[in-house]
């Protein structure tokens, strides 16, 4: 994983499987009861501070500013969502194609 430098950042194996958790659900809010559930088990023992400890680590590795989240952001009363910055595949194709096309005729 990178940071928003470019530079390599590592994970552990919790931070991976939170990332993993949100970037299967983009724009969803989850509960961090949820997120519990979907990570961890409730076998576990786990409380729902270990989900709060998580998100604030994995935002100082890849926000680029972590006291003005972006990524990950907190719902209050509600939990987080993850809001990526994401590009349309092929967006950059297409629009050259229209550019190609408009100089030819």
């Known amino acids: 994983m990178r940071n928003p430098e470019g530079a390599r950042v590592a994970v552990t194996s919790a931070e991976f499987d939170l990332l993993r958790t949100f970037c299967e659900r983009p724009g969803r809010v989850l509960s961090r009861d949820s997120l519990l559930d979907l990570t961890q088990g409730r076998n576990t023992g786990s409380f729902e501070r270990s989900i709060d400890v998580l998100v604030s680590r994995i935002r100082r590795k890849i926000e680029p500013n972590p006291a003005d989240p972006t990524i990950i952001k907190t719902v209050r009363s509600g939990g987080y ?25």
Request: proline share 4%.
């Open 81 to 105: 969502l993850f809001t990526p910055r994401t590009e349309a595949a092929g967006t950059e194709a297409a629009g050259n194609e229209a550019v190609a096309a408009t100089l030819s005729s």
